[in-house]
């Protein structure tokens, strides 16, 4: 029995009301993260999924993990399996400091706070700032983990569209200006501005300036989620926003991609009246982070050149994202585009507008591949005709095979549509789609 069956003859009805009165007001608009619900039918071996946003965890080598944390053991085995502070131990802040430092980020270690997974520390940002009803201005489409965040502390999300240089400023500016009209005043602007999750995107050095000028001109926070930075495939690396101007910049940042999801470790930095909140807020969720996973973090960092690593995970998911593309180009139909992401993991595919791929994703399950709907990563309902590509959790025989499939499912619907209107439909001559607005 799962969590979302009934129990009992009288079934779900008497279940609801028999709880019901006594749920939060917020239970109403809380949503499923749309990667959780695919997880059991994705988690089936003949299935290719590119529906996470799974790193490939099978190159970092069995041995150098039992390695590591046998000295783990060794040295610190009282400590590891200890509560730690809620801020984190310092060689673990002092860690963050040098990967950040990797991207050209000065930051004192005293202003990290480690958190548990970069998901915890979007929900930390909204549990300190987000009244019901408040405002988040972030990108259409934004990353699909944070659209049930924003929602179940009932925030107003503004959605502002995207092109291929990332969040359209002057689209940001009218939104503001609107919004000033109304009275209201958004809390943060949430951005990816590195390799977005889902649009594979990048924001454009001239663009994340003119955010910051207006972050600085109206006084607003802004959330720099940046969970991909150092996976760069191609082109020159951009300043993060941080080391542009970190006076109203809140820095989330993640080992999850770099080094394991498993070690469920995140970190924020902000701007010490932000922090101090911040860490209250933590200590009253969880108390602290994993100490064991801090230690092995500060071990695995300290025995050796880690960025060595990171490169080999940036050649191994280049050569991935290639081999979609190649595909892509191979077996979608002309109607279909997709965006050309210089790192990250994920790439964005817009399909005719008659096709709703929810409603698909049933017939690739079907066909034993999968993805993420594209309305999963907005609050109004929008991209309905979108969907999200990982390439970097399955190999490149399995990325070929899975487009494959997906391409046959998306042309059946194409000459279905074709032979019940006599229309090919809006053909885009499989050229990438500029940005990921759906």
Same mark, same amino acid.
Request: glycine residues 10%.
């Given at each position: 029995?799962?969590?979302?069956?009934?129990?009992?003859?009288?079934?779900?009805?008497?279940?609801?009301?028999?709880?019901?009165? $006594?749920?939060?007001?917020?239970?109403?608009?809380?949503?499923?993260? +749309?990667?959780?619900?695919?997880?059991?039918?994705?988690?089936?071996?003949?299935?290719?999924?590119?529906?996470?946003? $799974?790193?490939?965890?099978?190159?970092?080598?069995?041995?150098?993990?039992?390695?590591? !944390?046998?000295?783990?053991?060794?040295?610190?085995?009282?400590?590891?399996?200890? /509560?730690?502070?809620?801020?984190?131990?310092?060689?673990?802040?002092?860690?963050?400091?040098?990967?950040?430092?990797?991207?050209?980020?000065?930051?004192?270690?005293?202003?990290?706070?480690?958190?548990?997974?970069?998901?915890?520390?979007?929900?930390?940002?909204?549990?300190?700032?987000?009244?019901?009803?408040?405002?988040?201005?972030?990108?259409?489409?934004?990353?699909?983990?944070?659209?049930?965040?924003?929602?179940?502390?009932?925030?107003?999300? %503004?959605?502002?569209?995207?092109?291929?240089?990332?969040?359209?400023?002057?689209?940001?500016?009218?939104?503001?200006?609107?919004?000033?009209?109304?009275?209201?005043?958004?809390?943060?602007?949430?951005?990816?501005?590195?390799?977005?999750?889902?649009?594979?995107?990048?924001?454009?050095?001239?663009?994340?300036?003119?955010?910051?000028?207006?972050?600085?001109?109206?006084?607003?926070?802004?959330?720099?989620?940046?969970?991909?930075?150092?996976?760069?495939?191609?082109?020159?690396?951009?300043?993060?926003?941080?080391?542009?101007?970190?006076?109203?910049?809140?820095?989330?940042?993640?080992?999850?991609?770099?080094?394991?999801?498993?070690?469920?470790?995140?970190?924020?930095? +902000?701007?010490?009246?932000?922090?101090?909140?911040?860490?209250?807020?933590?200590?009253?969720?969880?108390?602290?982070?994993?100490?064991?996973?801090?230690?092995? %973090?500060?071990?695995?960092?300290?025995?050796?050149?880690?960025?060595?690593?990171?490169?080999?995970?940036?050649?191994?998911?280049?050569?991935?994202?290639?081999?979609?593309?190649?595909?892509?180009?191979?077996?979608?139909?002309?109607?279909?585009?997709?965006?050309?992401?210089?790192?990250?993991?994920?790439?964005?595919?817009?399909?005719?507008? /008659?096709?709703?791929?929810?409603?698909?994703?049933?017939?690739?399950?079907?066909?034993?591949?999968?993805?993420?709907?594209?309305? +999963?990563?907005?609050?109004?309902?929008?991209?309905?005709?979108? !969907?999200?590509?990982?390439?970097?959790?399955?190999?490149?025989?399995?990325?070929?095979?899975?487009?494959?499939?997906?391409?046959?499912?998306?042309?059946?619907?194409?000459?279905?549509?074709?032979?019940?209107?006599?229309?090919?439909?809006?053909?885009?001559?499989?050229?990438?789609?500029?940005?990921?607005?759906?």
């Amino acid at each position: 029995m799962t969590i979302d069956e009934p129990r009992g003859p009288r079934g779900a009805a008497h279940e609801i009301e028999r709880y019901g009165a $006594l749920f939060a007001r917020r239970t109403r608009v809380m949503k499923s993260s +749309a990667m959780r619900d695919l997880m059991a039918l994705t988690a089936r071996e003949d299935v290719i999924s590119f529906a996470g946003g $799974l790193p490939d965890t099978s190159t970092f080598a069995p041995g150098y993990m039992t390695e590591l !944390m046998g000295r783990v053991a060794a040295h610190s085995a009282a400590r590891a399996l200890q /509560y730690g502070p809620t801020e984190g131990i310092a060689d673990v802040r002092e860690t963050i400091a040098a990967v950040m430092a990797a991207e050209g980020m000065q930051v004192d270690p005293d202003l990290v706070l480690p958190t548990s997974g970069g998901q915890q520390a979007i929900d930390l940002i909204c549990k300190i700032l987000i009244d019901p009803g408040d405002v988040i201005v972030a990108e259409a489409p934004t990353y699909p983990g944070a659209v049930p965040t924003f929602c179940s502390y009932e925030a107003d999300v %503004i959605q502002v569209a995207m092109d291929d240089q990332g969040m359209r400023i002057e689209a940001l500016r009218d939104a503001l200006a609107r919004l000033e009209r109304e009275g209201r005043r958004p809390k943060f602007i949430y951005t990816i501005p590195n390799f977005h999750n889902p649009a594979g995107v990048t924001m454009a050095l001239e663009r994340r300036r003119e955010l910051l000028q207006i972050a600085g001109e109206r006084e607003l926070l802004v959330v720099e989620d940046n969970p991909y930075g150092l996976l760069r495939y191609e082109g020159e690396a951009l300043p993060t926003l941080y080391s542009l101007d970190g006076d109203f910049v809140i820095y989330a940042g993640t080992f999850s991609k770099i080094l394991s999801p498993g070690v469920r470790i995140g970190w924020l930095v +902000a701007p010490p009246p932000v922090l101090r909140q911040l860490v209250l807020a933590k200590g009253s969720a969880d108390l602290c982070s994993s100490s064991v996973s801090q230690y092995f %973090i500060a071990e695995y960092f300290r025995s050796g050149p880690w960025l060595d690593y990171v490169r080999s995970l940036a050649d191994l998911y280049r050569g991935r994202r290639d081999v979609m593309l190649e595909s892509l180009a191979e077996h979608f139909p002309r109607e279909a585009s997709w965006t050309h992401p210089e790192g990250g993991l994920f790439l964005w595919s817009t399909l005719p507008d /008659y096709i709703d791929t929810t409603d698909l994703l049933a017939r690739a399950i079907a066909a034993r591949v999968a993805f993420v709907p594209g309305r +999963a990563a907005y609050v109004d309902g929008r991209g309905g005709s979108c !969907m999200r590509l990982n390439f970097s959790g399955v190999g490149e025989q399995e990325i070929r095979d899975g487009v494959r499939r997906l391409g046959e499912v998306i042309s059946e619907q194409v000459a279905l549509y074709s032979t019940l209107t006599g229309q090919r439909g809006n053909g885009q001559n499989n050229r990438p789609r500029e940005g990921g607005t759906g």
